[in-house]
């Protein structure tokens, strides 16, 4: 019986047998095939992430570091309005619009604010501050959610992530995009000219992309391009976020419009911007006839009597006067004849940003409209202004009402009011001023800002004439602004002439680098105070040494600052200070 059931099973063994090896082959084979899909998925996003850039991407690597090892972020600055941080695989979901940071054991996230991220937000995107359309933040998941996500595509190159504040307005495009992020790049030493720039604000390219491509050899990627790559873009290494230090101007978005109260860029800072600007447009300053520039505009705030104005320019100062227009002429050809120009005249406008790019010793001169007080609106004399800018700034304001034209009907953003009641359109028609306010759609300042305007002449050249030096490009000096340093081995000794006089010598050494600078003028700021009092006395004065005997008593201690001080304005810092016993 055994035998026989031996032999009843060899076929049914035999087919078992057979189903099996079918089956191992048929699992290999769909192993094989799904291996291969996987392979061609790969092979397919390392293309997608290798059009961004050259450089060469490991893409199984790159997936396996972000499973294993998530984000990893590491910021500077203590506030949200002064912070840059720096991430590694950052990524951004298309269709979210959100950006992701994923968590493993080996994530590291520097400051790890919790919940305080969201008050208001982790960084400022522009350079902006604390404008609530340019937050920072991202959404936050484990790593193990990748599995459950769509394949990301990986940024090979590092990138600047931020904001650009109103590519359609050059003032914002230099003073809020392209000096921001100059010097951030600056700060940074992998930000060189491989890096690609990443704007994720929304807006399209602009009239002026062009000029924001001068800052790197790659490609900008817009946030709308993002979605063509892929669904979930993650960046190599990141930075996000940009520098403040470069800004001189708030718009007035809580209080009226005006310079920033701490200002922590110089002309020279500047300068040299827009020296790094021209040699990439290939513009050299040339040497020739000095000549004045008058800005044309050819759709608003027109100069009518413009023909006028510049036969008036040339007889007065004897040059060839030249205009220029964004509306006619490309942006490098016009810096070309900005750069050699003597004198820049212009009808305040965004177009006046292009006096960074004068010459040392040249003037500015801004026109204003008919009921605009040039001391609310000042980002052009603030620059000007800026030690190391070297420029001479005058402002010329119309206060004639009949040498202005205005424009009620037309739409409310060009200055039309005819949508106000008519109450508050007698009230704008009747001002004499437009009073300060806030950005940015104040109807009295829109009304007036673009009105044309009639110049008067001789208000015009007496303006000049009262408060513009000839301007010499030739002889201008670069204005020394190196500080002193401390000055060394400060030293006091009293003594008590009677119960009721005594006397305090102070003496030190003049600081270390002085005697390696030419200064006209070297003084000396000396403070004392009695110990226990809240305040001091202080002294300018000429020499190293000095006995003070005016208001000192007898058996009291005193403790004493000195400082050193360069042309009036160029303060060094406190030595240590002593303390004096008489």
Request: aromatic share 12%; net charge negative.
């Amino acid at each position: 019986m055994r035998a026989i059931g031996c032999r009843m099973n060899l076929p049914a063994v035999l087919n078992g047998l057979l189903v099996s090896v079918v089956a191992a082959l048929l699992w290999k084979y769909v192993r094989l095939i799904e291996h291969t899909s996987q392979l061609e998925e790969e092979l397919h996003l390392t293309r997608q992430s290798q059009e961004f850039s050259q450089a060469h991407i490991d893409y199984h690597g790159a997936l396996l570091t972000l499973q294993e090892h998530g984000t990893r972020m590491v910021c500077t600055g203590k506030m949200h309005t002064d912070r840059i941080c720096r991430f590694d695989y950052l990524c951004y979901c298309t269709e979210a619009e959100e950006f992701v940071f994923f968590h493993s054991n080996a994530s590291v996230m520097l400051p790890n604010l919790g919940p305080r991220r969201f008050q208001p937000a982790l960084l400022d995107l522009s350079s902006v501050e604390d404008h609530n359309t340019q937050y920072f933040n991202f959404l936050e998941l484990p790593a193990a959610a990748l599995k459950f996500m769509p394949k990301p595509v990986f940024v090979p190159d590092v990138t600047l992530i931020l904001n650009r504040f109103n590519p359609d307005n050059l003032m914002h495009i230099f003073h809020d995009d392209l000096l921001p992020i100059y010097y951030t790049m600056q700060q940074y030493s992998d930000l060189d000219d491989e890096a690609r720039l990443v704007f994720m604000e929304g807006w399209s390219e602009g009239a002026h992309f062009d000029l924001y491509r001068l800052l790197s050899s790659k490609q900008p990627l817009l946030k709308e391009q993002l979605k063509t790559f892929g669904k979930l873009m993650c960046f190599t290494k990141s930075y996000v976020g940009l520098s403040k230090m470069t800004t001189w101007y708030q718009y007035g978005f809580v209080q009226p419009q005006g310079p920033k109260a701490n200002i922590l860029i110089s002309g020279n800072e500047i300068r040299q911007f827009a020296s790094f600007l021209m040699e990439r447009l290939n513009i050299t300053q040339e040497e020739g006839d000095d000549y004045i520039v008058v800005f044309k505009r050819t759709t608003n705030r027109l100069i009518l009597n413009e023909a006028e104005l510049l036969l008036a320019l040339a007889q007065e100062f004897q040059m060839r006067t030249v205009t220029v227009s964004l509306e006619e002429q490309s942006f490098d050809s016009i810096i070309q004849i900005i750069s050699s120009a003597t004198m820049l005249v212009s009808m305040h406008g965004a177009q006046m940003i292009t006096s960074m790019f004068l010459p040392r010793g040249a003037a500015v001169v801004e026109l204003f409209p008919y009921a605009i007080n040039p001391e609310q609106y000042t980002p052009y004399k603030t620059l000007a202004s800026l030690p190391g800018m070297d420029l001479q700034y005058v402002a010329w304001r119309n206060t004639i009402e009949e040498n202005t034209v205005t424009y009620p009907d037309r739409p409310w953003d060009q200055g039309g009011i005819v949508h106000l009641e008519k109450e508050e359109q007698e009230h704008i028609l009747a001002s004499k001023e437009v009073p300060r306010h806030l950005c940015c759609r104040n109807p009295e300042w829109l009304f007036r800002i673009y009105q044309d305007t009639t110049v008067d002449i001789a208000s015009f050249l007496d303006v000049l004439r009262e408060t513009l030096k000839k301007p010499n490009l030739k002889k201008i000096k670069v204005a020394s602004t190196v500080h002193p340093g401390r000055v060394r081995e400060p030293k006091c000794q009293t003594s008590v002439q009677a119960t009721n006089e005594a006397k305090l010598s102070v003496s030190w050494q003049i600081p270390w680098n002085l005697k390696y600078l030419k200064v006209k003028e070297v003084k000396y700021e000396v403070w004392i105070q009695e110990q226990g009092e809240n305040t001091y006395m202080p002294y300018i004065l000429p020499h190293q040494n000095y006995t003070f005997s005016e208001n000192i008593k007898p058996f009291t201690t005193y403790l004493v600052w000195v400082r050193c001080i360069f042309n009036k304005n160029l303060l060094g810092p406190f030595a240590d200070v002593l303390t004096c016993k008489t």
